[in-house]
């Protein structure tokens, strides 16, 4: 079956650092990821997404790297800031959305 | 961009009462709506599925006479969680899918917040 999980359960970085967060994945159900922002007590937000034919997409101030070869993903927050603390999830995007465990994102000012 | 609303966001309920749960797209039908349970520290749950005029789909293990859900028009979908026990609180949040996209782009709601005393 498919699954989709996260290295780290918490990370903490110091204000303006660089963020890294890990996703890797076994069976997908399909090539198309999304990563998600969960703020205490809110719904998901989408942070961006990223397809098959990509290796690479960047937003703003963040960057999602695929690798298929070894079914991983991460999303990468430049200049760290208090705001983007919360816990981030990745998910696959199949016939239905299959959500990883989570990550939590401390920032330390 | 497209909003979600979900209503209460806030609840508390005594154990055996029947608790509802409204999710609400604002701006765009949704003809397929979406209801996940999260615990604390944890991921999503997909709890069911909810299709305007059908039957809800449920998952695994999840009980459908425990968890009533209608969707009844394009806009409005409702959980009611039947006589509920402390087990049951959690965190509660719906998505939408937008009529004629694809499922990938589901609009979450900000979530209902459960408690049984």
């Known amino acids: 079956g498919e699954s989709v999980g996260l290295h780290l359960p918490t990370l903490s970085v110091q204000e303006g650092d660089n963020s890294i967060i890990n996703c890797a994945y076994s069976?997908?159900?399909?090539?198309?990821f999304i990563w998600y922002k969960q703020e205490s007590g809110k719904g998901p937000q989408f942070i961006i997404d990223i397809r098959s034919n990509m290796d690479k997409r960047q937003g703003q101030r963040v960057t999602v790297l695929l690798n298929k070869t070894v079914k991983h993903l991460s999303l990468q927050i430049a200049a760290t800031q208090p705001g983007d603390s919360a816990v981030y999830f990745c998910a696959n995007a199949g016939n239905m959305l299959t959500f990883g465990g989570g990550t939590r994102l401390m920032v330390k000012p | 961009g497209a909003v979600v609303s979900q209503h209460p966001s806030r609840v508390i309920c005594k154990s055996g009462t029947s608790v509802k749960i409204e999710c609400r797209s604002l701006?765009?039908?949704?003809?397929?709506m979406f209801w996940y349970r999260q615990f604390p520290k944890k991921s999503l749950m997909l709890m069911a599925t909810s299709n305007e005029g059908s039957k809800a789909t449920y998952e695994q293990g999840v009980e459908k006479d425990k968890f009533l859900i209608n969707h009844a028009s394009l806009t409005l979908s409702t959980l009611t969680v039947t006589s509920a026990h402390p087990e049951d609180s959690s965190f509660y949040i719906c998505?939408?899918?937008?009529?004629?996209?694809?499922?990938?782009?589901?609009?979450f709601g900000p979530g209902t917040r459960l408690t049984v005393t």
């Open positions: 998505s939408a899918e937008e009529s004629g996209r694809s499922s990938y782009e589901q609009y």
């Open positions: 701006d765009f039908q949704a003809t397929t």
């Open positions: 069976n997908s159900a399909s090539d198309y």
